[in-house]
């Protein structure tokens, strides 16, 4: 009985801890774009709130430590790529060893919260209740700053927009960077997508339908890329009964477009003017990974080259500080942070946390994009706040399948 109670008490405050860290980090955002509009003094509220959140969750795993005995593996991988990152600093060349290893420290971290999230949390896997009702307190906060979306594009407003920086256009509300809000708007679209597949309802039809509306005022390339992909897929596999579903999106999108034509007109002629200008003087592919193609061949030419000895190029040894030396690519920036070897140890991570049945289409969809959109852009497996979105979200998705006609 008291086994019982106390595994009780430890899944409602490991749940509870889940519900904080959400709500935290979208405050941490949120305080960061108002001091870096209002130019206050200190503005890393994201950092910090980053920070505080390992510290309860490592806090939690001492205080809690009989219920994780069965996750040593996945510990052992932590302490494995903690030991290349620093082995990896120390075989780099002509530099200050100490100076590098600390500075890179952050971003260490930032890695390692998608293992730290499978140890912390694995309990609520298994457990439906708990992961729809944090998923909720999740659509709550993305709704709500849709909201600030929507008001930002009509307004104009600073503070909602999406780049501090040059011409371009794009507005996410509180959200943190770009990447990250470009990962929050597909994952959660293939998460309504699924419901609607499955278990057809208005509520997820509207839901859906203002995703890709305010998806599109966001202005990344990503979304701009992965709606038409999304969309022949849809046409390729869907039912007609289904087709519906881009009934209503088209209608909704274009009660939307006559509304607003002339605000829509500026913002998309902006947009694909910046692209295309990429596009006429350095081409294509510079076009399409916003130069971090050059940035690339930069940081092999300036950094790894002179400073790589030949053991870095098994187990790494980035210099990512104030983003000198990293490409923006994330498959790529693993490969320079942790080596071959950390990009076989996040591989095994990541194929035991990946339970979806591959003989679905869509499953497969949903992991190729994710990957290939890693490949081609960042914000993925170094941001926190994607990591802990993309955990909750794949133990639901491998629960929605289209012969099981109820949602979980």
């Known amino acids: 009985m008291m086994e019982t109670k106390f595994r009780c008490q430890f899944e409602i405050w ?6 904080f860290i959400i709500i935290f980090f979208y405050l941490g955002d949120a305080l960061r774009k108002i001091a870096h509009h209002f130019e206050w003094v200190f503005y890393k509220y994201t950092t910090l709130s980053k920070i505080i959140a390992l510290v309860l969750m490592i806090s939690f795993v001492f205080i809690y430590w009989k219920n994780y005995i069965n996750q040593k593996k996945l ?16 075989f ?21 919260y998608f293992p730290i999230f499978c140890v912390v949390f694995y309990p609520l896997i298994g457990k439906g209740d708990y992961l ?6 999740f659509e709550v906060i993305f709704f709500i700053n849709v909201f600030f979306i929507f008001y930002g594009f009509l307004t104009g407003s600073d503070l909602f927009k999406t780049y501090y920086y040059g011409s371009r256009l794009g507005y996410n509300g509180f959200f943190g960077k770009s990447g990250q809000t470009s990962y929050y708007f597909i994952i959660l679209l293939f998460y309504y997508y699924r419901r609607l597949m499955i278990n057809f309802n208005k509520l997820d039809l509207i839901k859906l339908s203002i995703l890709i509306l305010s998806s599109f005022l966001v202005g990344t390339k990503k979304i701009f890329f992965f709606i038409p992909v ?9 039912k007609l009964t289904r087709k519906k579903v881009l009934v209503f999106i088209g209608i909704a999108g274009s009660i939307f477009t006559i509304l607003f034509y002339e605000k829509l007109k500026v913002f998309a002629i902006e947009i694909f003017r910046l692209f295309y200008k990429i596009y ?3 081409g294509f592919l510079s076009s399409l ?14 950094y790894v080259g002179p400073h790589w000895s030949l053991s870095n190029y098994f187990i790494g040894g980035g210099s990512f500080q104030d983003y000198l030396y990293i490409s923006g690519m994330d498959l790529i920036d693993l490969y320079l942070f942790f080596g071959v070897v950390g990009l076989c140890i996040y591989a095994i991570i990541y194929r035991r946390f990946l339970r979806f049945d591959f003989k679905d ?12 959109m890693a490949f081609i852009s960042g914000g993925f497996f170094y941001e926190p706040s994607v990591n802990l979105l993309f955990f909750l979200i794949v133990p639901i998705l491998s629960k929605l399948k289209i012969s099981n006609k109820v949602c979980y």
């Open 14 to 19: 490991n749940y509870t801890l889940f519900i």
């Open 75 to 90: 510990v052992l991988y932590i302490l494995i790529l903690i030991g290349i990152y620093v082995l990896g600093q120390f």
């Open 92 to 112: 780099l060349i002509g530099l200050d060893r100490i100076e590098n290893f600390t500075q890179n420290l952050e971003f260490l971290g930032k890695y390692l």
């Open 132 to 137: 729809n009702k944090a998923l909720v307190v």
């Open 230 to 238: 999304f969309l022949i897929y849809h046409l390729l596999t869907s």
């Open 280 to 282: 006429e003087e350095n």
């Open 289 to 302: 990974t916003s130069y971090r193609n050059d940035k690339l061949v930069e940081t092999f030419k300036s």
């Open 361 to 372: 289409s869509f499953n497969i969809l949903f992991v190729v994009t994710i990957f290939t």
